[in-house]
């Protein structure tokens, strides 16, 4: 059984728009989420890590929150760029060492347009 | 630049042969990962390296080996592919909760 859901499954904005991707997920325990972008035929690459029961994070024109009450989180990106066009993948570990698991998500592909 | 390198990019092979992945990690890390990414999927661990010669089954470890003679070495060996198979190959290596991936091989097997 999927242990993280992420929506939508696809998502295509105008650029200059923002956007909102989610995340849910049953993983106990649930020490830690990262969000990775991953652009098409690359690996993933690290946008922020959320850690605290409720937490904020804020990168660029990247921020995510995260709930562990409600073992929810939400990335935004605000004011979208061409170059924003890629697979947004949440993943949550269940341990803050090398003993622990990663979670994945499928991914939400975001498609930015002109 | 600190960074996990894999080898090769792409790869085809025919069912029945032997494929080796290669992955490497300049930043000391003790435990690596072998994952494999699949349309519609999340990520699926297959192996995971705590150390040398310290491996363990992930989720999916069937049809697959791994070998770490060195630490900034993690093999993954298929002996006999199958077409299903085919899949994007992610290594990762990890310190805590710091987690950095390579770029993945595509290994198509006809």
């Known amino acids: 059984k999927t242990q993280v859901e992420q929506s939508p499954q696809s998502l295509v904005v105008r650029q200059g728009e923002n956007c909102v991707l989610q995340c849910n997920y049953s993983v106990t325990p649930d020490n830690h989420l990262r969000w990775f972008k991953q652009d098409t035929g690359k690996g993933l690459v690290s946008l922020t890590v959320l850690v605290d029961q409720k937490d904020k994070t804020s990168n660029g024109r990247y921020s995510a929150t995260l709930d562990k009450d409600a073992k929810h989180s939400t990335l935004h990106i605000t004011a979208t760029l061409l170059d924003d066009t890629a697979t947004y993948i949440c993943v949550v570990g269940d341990r803050g060492s090398a003993l622990g698991r990663l979670h994945f998500g499928a991914g939400t592909q975001l498609i930015v347009i002109p | 630049d600190m960074k996990v390198t894999q080898m090769p990019r792409y790869l085809i092979k025919r069912m029945g042969e032997n494929v080796l992945l290669e992955c490497g990690q300049d930043?000391?890390?003790?435990?690596m990962y072998w994952y494999r990414q699949d349309p519609g999927l999340g990520l699926q661990l297959i192996y995971i390296s705590y150390d040398v010669d310290s491996n363990s089954e992930g989720d999916i470890p069937k049809g697959y080996r791994v070998s770490r003679k060195k630490r900034e070495h993690f093999s993954l060996i298929l002996d006999s592919a199958k077409t299903n198979q085919t899949s994007v190959y992610f290594c990762?290596?990890?310190?805590?909760?710091?987690?950095?991936f390579g770029s993945g091989t595509r290994l198509l097997v006809i």
């Open positions: 930043m000391s890390h003790e435990t």
């Open positions: 990762a290596s990890s310190r805590g909760s710091d987690y950095t």
